[in-house]
């Protein structure tokens, strides 16, 4: 990961990137119908046009931006960036420091309203015990508990 932070660096600087971020590891806590969220921002840029970008620095393969539509994640800091510092207008990248992706995503109103109900879901399963397994090729393939699960794909 250090190697792939200090490559990043080089490629940049390179690059001339030099724009100072405005807020780097940026904690936030999140209110959602009640719920608490906290979590922990990467990096958000302040752009000349005054809008603002959420980054998050990934490891791994890049996914396409319709994939990231509905990642969670990202909803959650798109719900942390307008609702707790009230950045608007708001856009939502993933940086992919292995092959220096920027995949951008826009979050409009209508699917933070889905990820704030996928939210309230996953915490009333999380309460409830209910730890559905979703088996998948891919995932399963490099889970440390595939050889004890009873659903593992692999
Ligand atoms: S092996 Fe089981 S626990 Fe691991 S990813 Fe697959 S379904 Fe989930």
């Known amino acids: ?11 940049a600087f ?3 990137d030099l724009s100072k971020p405005l807020l780097l590891e940026q904690p936030f806590s999140l209110r959602v119908d009640g719920l608490r969220l906290t979590g922990r921002i ?13 980054i998050d620095y990934k490891t791994g393969s890049a996914k396409r931006a319709a994939e990231l539509q509905r990642d ?9 960036a ?5 950045f608007d207008p708001l856009s ?17 109103q209508d699917r933070l309203d889905e990820d704030r109900q996928t ?4 915490a009333e399963g999380i309460r409830a015990e209910l730890f559905v397994a979703r088996p998948d090729r891919m995932k399963c393939g490099g889970c440390d508990f595939r050889l004890l699960c009873p659903s593992a794909a692999v």
Request: glycine share 6%; net charge neutral; charged share 30%.
């Open 42 to 54: 990467d990096r958000v840029d302040r752009h000349s046009d005054g809008s603002y970008e959420v």
């Open 119 to 122: 939210i309230v879901k996953v």
């Open 14 to 16: 390179d690059a001339g």
């Open 92 to 108: 939502l990248s993933y940086y992919y420091l292995e092959t220096s992706e920027r995949v951008t995503v826009d979050k409009p």
């Open 72 to 80: 969670l994640q990202l909803g959650v800091y798109a719900l942390a």
């Open 82 to 86: 307008r609702e707790v510092f009230r």
């Open 1 to 11: 990961m250090q190697d792939l932070g200090r490559s990043y660096l080089r490629r």
